[in-house]
């Protein structure tokens, strides 16, 4: 009796727990209504949630969500914007706020979101390729990285990624390399900065260089 005993009290001891947990994310609510609880845990619940909405409720709710006090909502925002694409165009002026994000974490997810409006490329390249040339290491390797994601979309962005090979910081360097060799062919102007790259002191930049380099000529 005392063996069984235990194992319901470890049994209840787990549960209590999940159970808490549960209630915690308030399942009975909207992805709207949970979006104003005022626990980040819940707005951030709520902002996923809204990534497999109908953008015309879920994107306006999602640009408002960019300001939200939490990094971690902002961030969630950001993401479920991303997944909404194209359709997400009406929040491209917020996403290009949030770059500037304080959290710099924020701040790349917004330039991912960007990247992911492959129709918009003519309105999300500048803001970009503007962070690109930022002072601020971490804020020009999220642009390095996002117009990477822009694929042969970012070739307009070829001649200062080139130049960000460069850079000080090793991260942008490599974030460079890779968004050239996944722009592919129109990328060629920047192949002998490739080269040079390839003998960079810094592992990563070698092989993001190196790898770029056949895929530009392909």
């Known amino acids: 009796m005392r063996t069984l005993g235990a194992v319901v009290l470890a049994s209840l001891g787990g549960l209590i727990p999940f159970t808490g947990y549960y209630l915690n994310q308030k399942p ?10 005022p626990w980040p845990d819940v707005r951030v619940r709520g902002a996923h949630s809204l990534s497999s909405e109908p953008p015309a409720t879920a994107v306006p709710l999602l640009a408002s969500a960019l300001d939200d006090p939490s ?17 997400a165009a009406s929040a ?17 997810h917004a330039g991912e ?18 962070r690109l040339k930022s002072p601020n290491a971490t804020r020009a390797w999220c642009a390095a990285t996002a117009l990477g ?12 990624l080139r130049a960000q090979l460069a850079h000080t910081d090793p991260n942008v360097r490599s974030a460079a390399g890779q968004a050239l060799g996944r722009i ?9 900065a490739l080269r040079v790259a390839t003998s960079d002191e810094n592992q990563w930049v070698r092989k993001t260089a ?4 056949p895929r530009i000529e392909r």
């Open 184 to 192: 592919g062919p129109a990328a060629a102007p920047a192949l002998e």
């Open 71 to 87: 990094s971690e909502v902002r961030s969630a925002a950001a993401i479920a914007l991303g997944k909404h694409g194209d359709q």
């Open 149 to 160: 994601l822009l694929g042969a979309d970012g070739a307009p962005a070829v001649a200062p």
């Open 210 to 213: 190196a790898e770029a380099i």
């Open 113 to 130: 979101a960007l990247s992911a409006m492959r129709s918009r490329s003519r309105d999300v390249l500048p803001p970009l390729i503007e």
């Open 28 to 37: 009975w609510l909207s992805p709207a209504a949970k979006l104003e609880d």
């Open 92 to 108: 491209l002026p917020a996403l290009i706020h949030a770059l500037d994000d304080e959290d710099s974490l924020a701040g790349c």
